[in-house]
C-alpha cells in the first residue's frame, strides 16, 4: 500500500507505519515523503497519470479540489463505522465536509492565534492579554510608545489574517453558495480599514515574511510583542530561543470584534484521504483508522507539534499541563472553515496580494477591495458556468 | 511509381522523434491555449470550453502578465550584456599569450556552468542571507549598509541577474575563446610591425573579426534570458512582491500551481512570440 505525507509529517510518517505494519501483519506500507512546497503539484500529477497514492495526507484547502476532480473516496459511511464522531472537534470534521459527504478524516488541526510577550505586555499595563480589538488596539499603541520599535509584527503577505478579521465581522467572503466574491460587503470593508489601521498607525511594519531577518529571534530580542502564527511556533520558540523564560511569552486566542471571546480563527490543517481509485481500500481504511485514534493524535503532537482533532487526545496530561497548548484548546471552539470550493487557493493568494498592495500604501482600501472582487469574479467564471449548466 | 529518395530513410528516425515529441506537443498546446482547460476539464473533459481568443484577451488585461515582463526585459536588456562582457573580458584573459595553464583555467571558469543549478542557489543563498551573507559583510567591511538581497523588492531582480552572470559566463566564454583561436596570428603580427598597440589591436582585429561570434552568443543569450525560470524558481519564488516573476515562472505557477493548462499554454505562445521577434530585430541589428 502507497502512503504519501508531506513536510514533518513526513518525515515521522515511516515511524508510524511500522507500528501499523506490526499491528497488521501482511500489510506492507511504502512511505513517501514529499516537501509540502511541492505536494499540491505532485498530487496533481500524479492525479493525471492516474497514479494516486490508496492513503495521502492533504492540506484541509484542498480538499474540496480533489472531490471536484473526483479523486476521492466517501468516507462518511466508513467513517462513521469508527465510532468516533462525536470525539472530533465539529469545525475540524466539518472542513472535510463536501456537499454533505465526507472527504478526509481529520489528522491535526492548525489554526491562527496570537502570541505575544508577557513581560513586554506586563510593562505597559497588561498583565493578561486583551480579549477585544479595541483593547489590542490600545495596548500595541502603549507598546509603540514605550519606544520598543514595532509593537505587533503581521507578514503583509499573508492571507489568514485579514480573513479571520472579516470572519469576525460576520462575512462571508463568497456569496451566492461561492458564485461572486463578497469583498465590498460593508462588514468587509470595515474589518479591512481595521486591518490597515494597524499599518497606518505604526502599530505593525509593512513587512513581509521573508523581510524580516530571522521571525523567531527578532521575537526573541522584543523587536516586536505580537504576532499571529500557528501551532508549529511553540517548538520553534523552545527550540531557538533557549534564553527566553517560558513565563515571558504566552499564547492567547484570537481577540474578538464583539464581546464573543474568543473570537473567531480559521480551521485549517490537514486529513487522511483515500484515492477512490484505490484497490487497496480495505489496508487503506484500516491505515486511516490507525492514524486518526486519540493515541496515534497524541504521538503526532509528541513527535511534530501537531495539534490533535479529537477531545479524547486533547485531555491528555501531556495537553492540559501545557499552558501554551490550552490557549490552542480554547480556540478550538471556535474555529470556522474558509468557503469550501476548489478556487480557494488562488482566491487566498489574491487576498494575499491586494492586501499587501493596500498597506503598502500602493493603493487605497476601497481600491484593492475593488480589484479583488473583480479579480475573484473572474476566477469564480468556470464554477459559475458549471453550476448553470449542472455539471 | 517515382522511388523515394534513399536519405529520407536515414533521416526518418530522427525526424518521427521530432514529430512525436516536439511538433505534436506544440501543436497540442496551440490547442489548449484556445480552451479553458483547467483542474475542472482535467476531472471531466465534458467540462472543456472551447473559448477562441479569450486567454490571449485574459493575458493583455492581467497585471501580473505586464509584471511578468517588465520583470523579464529588465533581466535580459540588464542581464544579457553583462553576461556577454564578462564572458568575452574572461575569454580575453583566458586566451592570453602571457596567461600560464590556460586549460586549468577555462575549466575553472566553466565549472558553474556545469554545477546544478539547485547546489548553487542553496550555496547563494547563504551569500545573500542579509545578516550573516558573505556579500553583506564584504560590504560592511568597505563601510556600506548591509542589503536584505532577496527580501527587498529593489533589489532581488539585481541579486538574481548578478547569479545568473556569475552560473552561465562559463559557455559564452568558451565560444569566445573558439572565436578568438580561429583569428590568424599574422593578423597581430602585422599589426604590431605597423606599430599598433594592444588596444588598437583589440578594436581593429579582435572584435570585427569576433562579429560572427557576437552574433551567435548575442541570439543564445537572449533566447536563455527571456527564459528566465530556474533561478527565480529555487531563488525566490518570483517573490518578493512579485519583483523576480519572470514570464516562465508566470506560465509554470498558472500551469502546474493552479492547473489552468489553457491560460498557461497561451503565456507559452506569447512569450515564443516575443522571443521570435528580439531575435529578429537582434539578427537584422547586428548585421
Request: overall charge neutral; charged content about 20%.
Amino acid at each position: 500500500m502507497e502512503f504519501w505525507a508531506f513536510g514533518g509529517e513526513g518525515q515521522i510518517a515511516r515511524e508510524l507505519a511500522v507500528e501499523f505494519e506490526q499491528e497488521n501483519p501482511g500489510v506492507r506500507v511504502r512511505v513517501q515523503q514529499i516537501p509540502w512546497s511541492a505536494a499540491h503539484e505532485k498530487l496533481l500529477t500524479a492525479y493525471a497519470g492516474d497514479n494516486l497514492p490508496d492513503v495521502f495526507q492533504l492540506g484541509n484547502t484542498w480538499i474540496a479540489e480533489f472531490t471536484a476532480l473526483r479523486a476521492l473516496e466517501d468516507m462518511t459511511a466508513g467513517f462513521e463505522a469508527f465510532g468516533r464522531s462525536g470525539d472530533f472537534f465539529p469545525a475540524t470534521l466539518d472542513a472535510a465536509v463536501i456537499d454533505g459527504k465526507l472527504r478526509a478524516v481529520p489528522w491535526y488541526v492548525d489554526t491562527r492565534l496570537l502570541f505575544y510577550r508577557r513581560d513586554l505586555l506586563a510593562q505597559v499595563g497588561y498583565p493578561e492579554p486583551p480579549r477585544s480589538w479595541d483593547g489590542w488596539v490600545e495596548a500595541l499603541r502603549r507598546l509603540r510608545e514605550s519606544g520598543r520599535g514595532a509593537a505587533a509584527f503581521l507578514p503583509v503577505n499573508e492571507w489568514q489574517v485579514p480573513a479571520i478579521l472579516a470572519l469576525q465581522r460576520g462575512a462571508g467572503l463568497l456569496k451566492d453558495d461561492g458564485r461572486y466574491g463578497d469583498f465590498l460587503h460593508p462588514d468587509c470593508k470595515a474589518a479591512f480599514e481595521f486591518y490597515l489601521r494597524l499599518f497606518r498607525e505604526n502599530l505593525a511594519p509593512a513587512a513581509s515574511a521573508g523581510q524580516i531577518a530571522n521571525f523567531y529571534l527578532e521575537f526573541g530580542r522584543g523587536a516586536f510583542a505580537v504576532s499571529v502564527t500557528g501551532p508549529w511556533s511553540p517548538g520553534e520558540f523552545r527550540r531557538r530561543l533557549p534564553g527566553l523564560p517560558p513565563r515571558a511569552w504566552g499564547t492567547a486566542p484570537m481577540p474578538s470584534f464583539d464581546d464573543s471571546y474568543p473570537g473567531l480563527s480559521l480551521a485549517g490543517g490537514a486529513s487522511l484521504a483515500i484515492a477512490a481509485g484505490s484497490r487497496r481500500k480495505d489496508a487503506a481504511w484500516k491505515l486511516v483508522e490507525f492514524l486518526t485514534a486519540p493515541q496515534q493524535q497524541l504521538r503526532l503532537y509528541r513527535l511534530t507539534g501537531d495539534l490533535p482533532p479529537g477531545k479524547t487526545a486533547w485531555n491528555d496530561p501531556a495537553l492540559t499541563e501545557d499552558g501554551k497548548a490550552q490557549a490552542f484548546r480554547r480556540q478550538m471552539e471556535r474555529l470556522t472553515a474558509p468557503p469550501k470550493i476548489p478556487e480557494w487557493e488562488r482566491i487566498a493568494s489574491r487576498i494575499a496580494a491586494c492586501a499587501e498592495k493596500a498597506v503598502r500604501g500602493e493603493q487605497t482600501a476601497t481600491a484593492a477591495l475593488e480589484t479583488l472582487n473583480r479579480e475573484v469574479d473572474e476566477i469564480l467564471e468556470k464554477r459559475r458556468w458549471l453550476l448553470e449548466h449542472g455539471r | 511509381m517515382k522511388r523515394c529518395n534513399p536519405a529520407f530513410w536515414f533521416v526518418a528516425p530522427a525526424l518521427a522523434l521530432i514529430l512525436v515529441f516536439f511538433v505534436l506537443p506544440v501543436a497540442a498546446a496551440l490547442a489548449l491555449s484556445f480552451t479553458d482547460f483547467d483542474l475542472y476539464a482535467l476531472g471531466d473533459p465534458a467540462r472543456l470550453r472551447f473559448i477562441g481568443f479569450g486567454n490571449y484577451r485574459r493575458l493583455l488585461a492581467d497585471a501580473e502578465f505586464w509584471t511578468a515582463l517588465k520583470n523579464t526585459l529588465y533581466f535580459v536588456i540588464v542581464g544579457g550584456p553583462l553576461s556577454v562582457l564578462v564572458s568575452l573580458a574572461a575569454a580575453l584573459l583566458v586566451n592570453h599569450r602571457l596567461t600560464p595553464l590556460k586549460g586549468l583555467f577555462r575549466s575553472l571558469l566553466f565549472l558553474p556552468v556545469v554545477t546544478t543549478l539547485v547546489a548553487v542557489a542553496v550555496v547563494w543563498r547563504y551569500v545573500y542571507q542579509p545578516r550573516y551573507g558573505m556579500l553583506n559583510h564584504l560590504l560592511e567591511a568597505l563601510g556600506i549598509d548591509s542589503i536584505d538581497w532577496l527580501g527587498d523588492p529593489d533589489w532581488a531582480m539585481p541579486a538574481i541577474i548578478l547569479m545568473a552572470v556569475w552560473k552561465n559566463f562559463g559557455f559564452n566564454m568558451i565560444v569566445f575563446v573558439a572565436g578568438l583561436q580561429s583569428i590568424p596570428e599574422s593578423l597581430y603580427e602585422a599589426a604590431a610591425i605597423d606599430g599598433a598597440g594592444p588596444r588598437q589591436q583589440l578594436l581593429y582585429i579582435t572584435l570585427p573579426l569576433l562579429a560572427p561570434t557576437f552574433l551567435f552568443v548575442g541570439v543564445v543569450t537572449l533566447i536563455g534570458h527571456f527564459q528566465l525560470f530556474a533561478e527565480p524558481y529555487v531563488m525566490t519564488q518570483g517573490g518578493p512582491a512579485n519583483s523576480t516573476l519572470s514570464i516562465a515562472l508566470l506560465m509554470y505557477q498558472q500551469g502546474f500551481r493552479w492547473w489552468n493548462l489553457g491560460y498557461a499554454s497561451a503565456i507559452a505562445f506569447v512569450l515564443f512570440s516575443i522571443v521570435l521577434a528580439a531575435t529578429v530585430l537582434q539578427a537584422r541589428l547586428e548585421k
